[in-house]
């Protein structure tokens, strides 16, 4: 009975022992991801030096070079490139105004859609009619429509919490918009911007056009520019607008997903992947989306060589790119994954800003969720306390079918969409600790799954 | 044994029908401060048309008269003033260079601290001594200091997760530095601006003077030129400073806080305050300190005029001036208070920044301290989980004695700091979505407060 006792004591005081090494070890990370500035430097190179980096753009080329140095400077074991194929669309030349002869020549603040056809350069000009939803297109119909702009101005809805939900709620203009504006004869399609701020800037984003219509132009106008619009035509239906906007799709090319390892010490066949997209809109810094999250995968690198940190597998930083347009980054790394049989243990994504972290949302069920979300203990030193049921992200989603765990990492949300899609996304918009703060918790996230084969 | 059952089932039906009403209220006020702009433009205009306002100053008297209406457009049912004693300090013209044989001459971005006595109009030329604390001043000497600037560089531990307790690990050389310095014959201090930002911006705040000793002024240089500043006297320690700083106390004068009230419909002689601080720093427009804290409040009585809430004891909304200098606003607000025999019942303040909120600080014990924390699951919609232990704010302290519940409101603070007390605490740096959450989780917790008599 004594020696159960004391072998009781005994594993207790070596838990506790490694309870105290693991806290040490969490607490290292914090404490060298605060203090240290390479992170913040990184970002501001990505969205100084490589702005407006989409697919395919010389910006890109350089975003995928400096990423590639930095994580050998963050002293990865192996970088390398790997190849993707993305889609080429180039904006051309953009002016819209809307015409009236109650109120004259308006200008408004427009950006064209990705992968939107442009116009000649002499641009439309047309009636316009206001819509809320595909509904109401359906309703007012062909014989309304036909021949004039279709302008989409259903607002994100502001009452709710979570700002991703409203982003949700609205987008759909945007992305299908042109489709079904179409379908009715219409000849172009102005998209109140998907975001509940009520700016001046107008934040783009992909529309994708269905197979069997006649592909017409897409510009999202910004939301103040939305409500003048939509004032302008209430009070003058026969007002008509003149868009110009002389983007085009170029044949696809090649480009790269960026890719740092560390080589796992004790199961280097195992994979856990911490990443961001390296592409950013064509007029954008995209500083929080998502030179962000690419350099906190970067910093975690950074942070287990500095701290000596030998996770037992294998551990990968990945820039991946194209997220914006089509997704072939995230594609690419799991089918090529998959085709060396790769096991991928567990994948988070950082693509929701760089604001203050709250936490992380887990695609996991039952106990494995639970046990995900005791982890919750370690971090409340750091407030860092949202442990929930929830999606990984789109770049890592296609590694799902490999049973690979999938993680999101959750910053407060409230301002992302003041960013988003839009040239107001740069780098004076992040603030260093919150950047880091992030970089700190997905690395000892990332740690405590290796450590404790969660 | 039937009737019992029947009793038990009516009066769980009640307590659930008015679970039901009370999340139904509590989502109003959050939709109702969501959708809608005018706590938003309030700030605008305290920071665009009031910038500045130093208790005494012009500016101060603005924002008192522009308060007052608004309180009164928001639906007090009494608007007043309350006759404040408050100091007068102004800055004046202020120039600092260090000059080395090694490196010429460098300019140093510096801001007066408040209540610093100025230099001449031609300054002051001597040399320079950098030190760490109060115990380094001491080590070093009389032989040493004499006739020279103490340049007090400490900086704020960036390693501590809570910035207030960083800042607080910093600020006794800003509020002290002078009055130690002088003690041993220094003829100015210069000190490294209270933040953990590297940046550019001086952040001013008070120093205050012992009683025995001969003032010098002082004097905030940015953190970037601290940095600066100390690299060029390690290099050449014969470096000399020039300082100009024509700053100057003037007599004591008056002002207000001003207040509005919501009468209660059943206990009108209990009070529950919600509150900001009007004043702000000179260099400064003060949208995140406290601005904001003071729309916030005013924004409480227009969410309960609008949505017919009808507390049982009177709220009000109370923005305390002369936060920044000496705390004269709050100590008056408490006194008269007592004199009047009124209740306090609870007070809760918001001077933390306007920032996403996390949750409150309760300065209570035992079993209030858990039936208050048992409020966060009504907030648990709203992301807001963290509700501590804390402290309430300087304005509503002198309450304390009176029996108050004290409450702080907690807002994400990784970026305050970055704004504090400089020219970089501007309007553009309020999100309003994070600001209105603000508002509505006050309004909310007030609401709840006050109806479960907690």
Known sequence: MRRLFLLIIAVFTVIQANGQETEKVIKSIFDEALTD??????????????????????????????????????????????KVPVPHWERGSEKCSVISELSGVTDLSISALGFSVGTTDNGITSGIV???????????????????????NRPADNTLINTFAAYGGAVNQRVYGASEASKY???????????????????????????????????????????VLSKIIKADPAARVSLVSTCKNYPDTWSYNVIGEIRGSARPGE????????????????????????????????LYKKLNIRPKRSVRAVMFMNEEMSGTGGRTYASEAKAKGEIHYAAIESDR??????????????????????????????????????????????????????????PDVQRYFDYHHSSNDTFDKVNIRELQLGSASMASLVYLIDLLDL
Chains 1, 2 share one sequence.
């Open 353 to 410: 800003g760089v604001m203050s972290p709250r936490g992380f949302g887990f695609e996991a069920e039952g106990d494995r969720l639970q046990k995900l979300q005791g982890l919750s203990s370690w971090f409340a030193p750091y407030n860092i306390r949202d442990f929930d049921k929830g999606g990984g992200g789109s770049d890592i989603s296609p590694l799902k079918p490999m049973g690979t765990l999938l993680i999101g990492y959750i």
């Open 185 to 227: 004869g219409a000849v172009a399609v102005i998209v109140r911007s998907a975001t509940q701020a009520l700016d001046d800037y107008p934040h783009t984003g992909v529309t994708r056009y269905a197979d069997d219509v006649i592909k017409i132009p897409a510009v999202a106008v910004s939301t103040l520019d939305a409500e």
């Open 130 to 152: 206001e819509v809320k939803d595909f509904e109401e297109l359906k309703r007012i119909g062909k014989k309304n429509i036909e021949g004039r702009i279709v302008f989409f």
């Open 271 to 302: 994979y856990i992947t911490s990443g961001g997209h390296l592409d950013a809109w064509d007029i954008s810094e995209g500083a929080h989306d998502d030179a962000g999250g690419c350099v906190q995968a970067i910093e975690m690198i950074r």
């Open 37 to 82: 500035q390479t992170a913040y430097r990184n970002l501001e190179y990505l969205c100084k030096n490589t702005k407006g980096r989409l697919p395919g753009s010389p910006a890109a080329a350089e975003a995928v070079e400096f990423t590639r140095q930095a994580l050998l400077k963050a002293g990865a074991d192996t970088v390398w490139l790997q």
